[in-house]
């Protein structure tokens, strides 16, 4: 793989030697070496774990979209369409110089149409560029800051560069930067239908920022050979830019699609000093670091294994769509039969629904009908009871009164008739005893004109008594009389004849 620019010469061996003579002894002396970023720094395998324990994770670093982070490396899209996926720090840097070496593998199994590619920021909003748009590779064109863009697709409507710088301090578009972006040439897409692919391939970015110059280097191939790119001697960025800087990557894809996979990140916050830890073979920068024939496996079984694992999420995808687009196809192709008998259907349904209205209606007549005959009926009935009962209560009241009236005429009459017997008795007692004391006077009158005899003294006193029997009997008489007047009105009474 080789640049399109013309290539810088690589050191010879005698001033590797130097280097690396050069940075033993800074170590030894304990001053200029590189500082680097730990918490924006990261690289495999990724052995951390969110709370679930179930996804891994990077931490100081979110990811969004589709990205999946494996233990070795950190897959942005899938080998598919229409995929976005990113990742952004929580953190920032806050120097004047900083110097960041990305490595990433971008490779798929289409061998002439693949697609779109991928972003490393550098911007003051950080998270917030992923939230605000997606039409550079997942991100926002809206931004303070710079961008490393790898795109894979040549598009022949403007200008294409593989690899290019993107600067925006806020205010400008998506096609004023472009128009303005420097960058170059260069091989970094891989071929996986290629017999010689291996998951150690990948490609390096170094990006060099100090007081607001930039460098951006390529190791295409990751063997330790940097091209020059492009240089910018000073960025249109607002004076303050560098006291607030996160990272992020983002991918996407569209009808075309790649692999867009992280290996790792190192961000140090001086520059040169690089250089030095990477000639003397210094592992986390190392371009190839050297892996057991098992960590090797390892890295293509899992590799292996997230494409399998992908083909048969992809595939279920697609029986699921083929199902449903099955089952449109018999929906459209029965839907005129099904219409039809939807139509006949409908129509028996409301034939039988009318016969059932009609007989309904019918049935429901014929009960309200006997209903109201059976209520007029007792209507009749209560009125009839109603009127009788309330003229035998005018009878009665009627009849009572009128007994009441010849009750009270028949007693005033008994009592007349009482009083009138009682004075009459009071009248013949009186003639009696007037008679009867004339006589007795008389007789009284001749005894004492002469002697009698002991038989007719005692004939004389029983005539001077004999009346009392007569009379006593007539007084029993009128007594018995008056008391059955008094039943007789008695029992009227209860019988509510009165």
């Not at 800074?26 to 680097?36: E, V």
């Not at 950190?74 to 929580?90: A, H, V």
């Not at 960058?183 to 390096?204: P, T």
């Not at 029997?469 to 009105?489: Q, W």
Request: with cysteine.
């Amino acid at each position: 793989r080789e640049f399109r620019n013309s290539p810088t010469p690589r050191a010879p061996a005698m001033t590797k030697l130097a280097v690396a003579i050069c940075l033993a002894l800074s170590l030894l002396s304990g001053n200029g070496h590189a500082k680097k970023h730990e918490v924006l720094s990261f690289h495999g395998p990724f052995d951390d774990y969110d709370r679930t324990g179930l996804k891994r994770v990077i931490p100081k670093y979110k990811t969004f979209g589709d990205t999946v982070i494996n233990e070795n490396f950190i897959r942005l899209t899938p080998d598919r369409q229409s995929k976005r996926g990113g990742l952004f720090s929580d953190l920032y840097t806050n120097t004047p110089e900083f110097e960041a070496v990305f490595k990433f593998r971008i490779a798929g199994q289409g061998r002439k149409l693949y697609g779109d590619g991928m972003a490393l920021w550098f911007t003051k909003e950080g998270v917030k560029q992923w939230h605000k748009g997606t039409e550079l590779h997942g991100a926002s064109s809206t931004f303070t800051g710079f961008g490393v863009i790898f795109d894979t697709f040549k598009n022949s409507e403007r200008p294409h560069k593989d690899v290019s710088i993107l600067v925006n301090d806020g205010t400008r578009s998506a096609e004023e930067m472009m128009s303005t972006a420097v960058g170059c040439d260069a091989s970094v897409r891989y071929h996986e239908g290629r017999a010689d692919f291996s998951v150690m391939h990948a490609s390096r970015a170094k990006v060099t920022y100090k007081e607001g110059s930039l460098t951006l280097s390529l190791d295409a191939e990751s063997n330790g050979e940097w091209e020059t790119c492009a240089t910018i001697d000073r960025l249109d960025l607002p004076a303050d830019f560098d006291s607030k800087v996160y990272t992020g990557m983002s991918a996407s894809t569209g009808a075309l699609a790649d692999n867009h996979d992280v290996l790792s990140l190192q961000v140090y916050s001086e520059v040169n000093e690089l250089a030095l830890l990477e000639e003397s073979g210094h592992a986390a920068v190392a371009a190839r670091p050297e892996l057991s024939e098992i960590d090797e496996l390892k890295h293509h079984v899992e590799h292996q294994f997230v494409a399998v694992y992908d083909h048969v999420k992809v595939t279920s995808e697609k029986l699921e769509n083929s199902e449903k687009a099955d089952l449109k196809s018999l929906q459209d192709a029965f839907a005129p039969r099904i219409e039809e008998l939807e139509q006949v259907t409908v129509a028996k349904l409301e034939a039988k629904l009318a016969k059932m209205e009609a007989e309904i209606a019918n049935a429901a007549n014929t009960l309200l009908e006997e209903r109201i005959s059976e209520l007029e009926r007792t209507l009749k009935s209560t009125l009839k009871r109603d009127v009788a009962m309330d003229v035998t209560k005018d009878v009665t009241r009627s009849t009572k009164a009128a007994t009441d009236k010849s009750l009270n005429e028949m007693v005033a009459k008994l009592q007349k008739q009482e009083m009138q017997s009682q004075s009459r008795i009071q009248q013949l007692e009186t003639l009696l005893e007037s008679r009867f004391n004339a006589h007795l006077d008389r007789r009284l009158a001749d005894l004492d004109g002469g002697n009698f005899t002991d038989e007719q003294l005692e004939h004389l006193t029983r005539a001077q008594t004999a009346w009392r029997t007569p009379f006593a009997i007539l007084v029993i008489a009128m007594a018995a009389g008056c008391v059955g007047l008094n039943k007789f009105y008695s029992h009227l009474r209860k019988t509510h004849m009165l």
